[in-house]
């Protein structure tokens, strides 16, 4: 009978996200993860068929532990704010991992929707939020929200890489402007 093994597949993945959180995901790598686990390398390579397959499990459990801030978000009074505060938040609080999930170059040159479908599973009912709080398009409101993202995603990257600190209310006060003052924007002159 073969010995016990003395890490599981969850074990590996804890601390390759402790890893991560810490340095980077550039650290991660089979040496430094056999060495946060106390061992040689070889134990991950019974337990996954390469690093290919530890880098998934991290960015999976990374936009499984983003999810949850965004179904936080999605309970505030207006659901798309509160995502793009969620998006915030998760910068603040999980900066590697923010780093990791959006601060990685996307191959082609994917269009907004796109952008915007990729990164948040609820999209469909953020656009629909929208338009049902504000009485706007769909277009109109994909669009609105478009801008709300670029500009909350410009807060989380100075964030994340620590070029400035920013408190909650500061952070509400700074989305509640910008989406106002679109919103007006939009009605007055009809785009954004």
Request: charged share 25%; net charge negative.
């Amino acid at each position: 009978m073969p010995p016990k093994a003395k890490f599981t597949r969850d074990d590996v993945i804890k601390k390759a996200i402790d890893l991560v959180e810490r340095e980077g995901i550039d650290a991660l790598s089979a040496r430094s993860l056999g060495k946060e686990l106390g061992s040689s390398a070889r134990p991950i390579f019974t337990l996954f068929s390469g690093m290919d397959e530890v880098i998934a499990a991290v960015h999976s459990y990374a936009n499984s532990l983003y999810g949850n801030y965004v179904e936080k978000g999605l309970s505030e009074e207006l659901p798309f704010k509160g995502v793009g505060k969620a998006y915030i938040r998760f910068a603040c609080e999980r900066p590697r991992l923010f780093q990791l999930l959006f601060m990685q170059e996307i191959d082609g040159h994917p269009d907004k929707n796109a952008v915007l479908q990729g990164i948040e599973e609820h999209y469909e009912e953020i656009i629909l939020s929208i338009q049902n709080s504000y009485g706007l398009e769909r277009e109109e409101a994909i669009g609105l929200y478009f801008h709300l993202w670029v500009y909350s995603h410009g807060i989380a990257v100075l964030i994340a890489t620590k070029v400035c600190v920013f408190s909650e209310d500061q952070i509400t006060q700074m989305i509640t402007e910008i989406f106002t003052s679109l919103l007006k924007r939009l009605k007055t002159e009809g785009r954004l």
